[in-house]
């Protein structure tokens, strides 16, 4: 990728709105897009500017960047658009050189209008995530951070949110830290007293070898752990909400989604097909799935609704049962029960303003929550009680720079893999030189967690999940 090049694209997403933004950003992108506005003063660096959008081939700016029309020359112009113009100066800016960002009106013909006109002039149209990497190529942030921007614009929740913020501010980069360099160090000795053994430069005996790698693998193995929860944040999970015919399913999906999404009447079998919407719980994403009532099928659309539920079931992250609290338990709750035993799941007593009593003595392994679905009695519990199967006994809030990505996973173990052939070669003597492959092979996939060392493969498989514009 030529770093040389002046690029140019919509930094904002397709469609119509209030603002619309093209970003220039390059050794050219003042001369570039100085010809195209006039301004009512001079760029400053850091500054946003007000001006006109002209058509090409009408009188543009004097000679000079940014400066001021004449009053005569601005009567003549043809304006297109009222614009806000901010330049950021290399090396203070999101790339690190020159960046000119027009605020325009969100129309598409005008924002693609001025990228034509950009490109006309010598700009190139930006690959995706062009921006960020050459962020990344110039050293302004690390490849953890980059993929944190594309985790903030991909967000759904305000948790998400601040957990790539985080990652942005270069958390996980501050985690791994410490436990590269005392990798480096160990690296270090080892290798002093390989190259130095002539001038009495001691070398490690193996208990002090294996303490020292220990010192890196506990909170190596602390981070990897972090991977079960940080997966959930970032991907999100599915719940499927279960159980035979007028129990309750759809009103307590509704309750869940806090609007009517789903069909609710007095008739069982209402439901024939999965109904969906995700929500936040805990900040986390959970797409909630409504199915059809489990039970003999009646017609055919049945079936295949009961098909489906099934198939939803068995796919889902959480399981929700939801039984009659005001009916003793039919063959179709407990065959569920019994499905669900070795899973994830959650036993829900709905109806509980008819008649409790009936299901006060159910004796099952799975946690029991009881509510109405039509008062709302119960549902902040329930909540709670599917929070706790997400995280268990995770606080999200007291720990930062936790992996939210197979990608960073799979090098962690990695990593993790390597010094346990280290911790082998010590126990089996072998020489010095032959356990610092090993080490080496743990501290490489670190470095390719931040990018200190990585492939233009790796590059482009990242960036290329980027939005162009960012």
């Not at 029309?69 to 601005?74: A, F, G, Q």
């Not at 279960?242 to 609007?259: A, D, H, Q, T, Y």
């Not at 609290?325 to 829900?348: F, G, N």
């Amino acid at each position: 990728m030529n770093l040389d090049d002046t690029i140019v694209a919509i930094a904002t997403p397709p469609g119509r709105g209030g603002i619309g933004v093209v970003r220039l950003a390059g050794p050219e992108a003042i001369a570039i897009a100085q010809p195209m506005l006039h301004l009512k003063h001079a760029l400053e660096p850091g500054r946003a500017v007000f001006g006109d959008l002209i058509e090409p081939g009408t009188p543009a700016q004097n000679a000079g960047a940014g400066v001021p029309t004449h009053p005569t020359e601005r009567s003549s112009a043809t304006r297109i658009d009222e614009v806000v113009v901010t330049y950021f100066q290399k090396p203070h800016s999101y790339t690190t050189g020159d960046i000119i960002e027009i605020s325009a009106h969100g129309s598409p013909v005008v924002l693609r209008h001025i990228v034509e006109s950009a490109i006309a002039r010598g700009a190139r149209l930006a690959e995706p995530g062009e921006f960020t990497m050459r962020a990344f190529l110039n050293g302004r942030i690390d490849l953890t951070q980059a993929e944190a921007v594309r985790d903030l614009i991909e967000s759904q929740t305000l948790f998400q949110a601040k957990v790539a913020a985080q990652q942005l501010e270069g958390a996980l980069s501050k985690r791994l830290q410490p436990i590269k360099q005392k990798l480096i160090e160990l690296i270090a000795l080892l290798e002093a007293g390989i190259d130095f053994a002539e001038d009495d430069v001691s070398v490690l005996p193996p208990d002090q070898i294996l303490k020292h790698i220990a010192e890196v693998q506990v909170p190596l193995a602390e981070l990897a752990g972090s991977f079960a929860y940080g997966n959930i944040v970032h991907q999100g999970l599915t719940l499927a909400i279960v159980g035979r015919p007028n129990v309750g399913k759809s009103s307590l999906f509704n309750c869940l989604v806090e609007r009517e999404r789903a069909i609710v009447t007095a008739t069982p079998g209402t439901t024939r097909d999965l109904v969906s919407e995700t929500v936040a719980i805990g900040g986390i994403p959970v797409k909630l799935v409504d199915t059809a009532g489990i039970r003999r099928a009646l017609d055919e659309a049945e079936s295949i609704g009961i098909q489906k539920s099934m198939e939803a079931l068995a796919d889902a992250d959480i399981v929700l049962i939801v039984l009659d609290a005001s009916q003793p338990l039919e063959s179709e709750d407990r065959e569920l029960l019994a499905q669900v035993e070795a899973r994830t799941a959650i036993a829900v007593q709905n109806k509980v303003d008819l008649d409790g009593s009936s299901l006060s003595r159910l004796h099952v392994q799975l946690p029991v929550v009881r509510t109405c679905a039509i008062t709302g009695a119960g549902i902040p519990e329930l909540r709670s009680e599917i929070l706790r199967h997400i995280a268990g006994d995770h606080i999200p809030q007291a720990e930062t720079g936790f992996l939210t990505n197979i990608r960073h996973q799979c090098l962690v173990q990695g990593s993790m893999n390597a010094l346990e052939n280290a911790i082998q070669a010590v126990g089996n003597r072998f020489p010095h030189e032959m356990l610092l492959l090993d080490l080496y092979n743990a501290l490489r996939p670190l470095d390719e967690i931040t990018g200190a060392t990585t492939t233009d493969d790796i590059l482009n498989l990242i960036f290329s999940t980027f939005c162009i514009g960012k």
